[in-house]
């Protein structure tokens, strides 16, 4: 997709991080909102019900067993997401060689996705069909053509 900023691109349950975190954007982000579909049809419950970004962000990286990981970077914005120890780092590197650091602390969150999945009876193709839906960095997020593929789909579209 081009660089244009967008109002409105997803509705919030629903929205990619990297949406939420100003970044550039694909496909990718259809995949991510399939995954918050799909774990809504299967638990009769909204998964990222937020008040914040923070309490966003949270469940996503708890939903990625993340704590200290390289989130994603925006070469168009120059921007950089880190997490270390529960906070979020947004470097931002407006082109005049300085690089201003925002500091921004992430709720520990305990979201076990597949445990809550379980519960609900989902068989493990479905589970791990969510969990590459909902993986934080695009470029690692499971593709349409991958997702084609993948045996959930391949063993309920036929």
């Not at 991080?17 to 990718?28: I, K, N, Q, W």
């Not at 168009?76 to 082109?95: E, P, R, T, V, Y």
């Not at 709720?107 to 519960?119: A, E, G, S």
């Not at 969510?130 to 960095?137: K, P």
Request: negative net charge.
């Amino acid at each position: 997709m081009d660089d244009v900023d967008y109002d409105y691109l997803q509705t919030r349950p629903y929205r990619a991080p990297e949406v939420t975190l100003g970044c550039h954007f694909d496909f990718a982000i259809d995949m991510w909102s399939i995954g918050c579909i799909l774990y809504e049809l299967v638990t009769n419950k909204v998964l990222f019900n937020y008040q914040t970004v923070q309490e966003n962000m949270a469940k996503a990286l708890a939903i990625n067993r993340l704590n200290n990981f390289d989130i994603l970077s925006d070469a168009n914005k120059k921007k950089k997401f880190m997490l270390n120890n529960n906070l979020l780092f947004i470097s931002n590197d407006a082109g005049r060689g300085s690089v201003e650091d925002l500091e921004v602390v992430i709720p520990k969150n305990d979201f076990d996705l597949v445990l809550d999945l379980k519960k609900n009876f989902c068989d493990l193709a479905l589970i791990d069909f969510i969990q590459r839906c909902l993986v934080i960095d695009p470029a690692l997020r499971i593709s349409v053509d991958t997702a084609l593929d993948h045996e959930f789909l391949k063993r309920n579209l036929n």
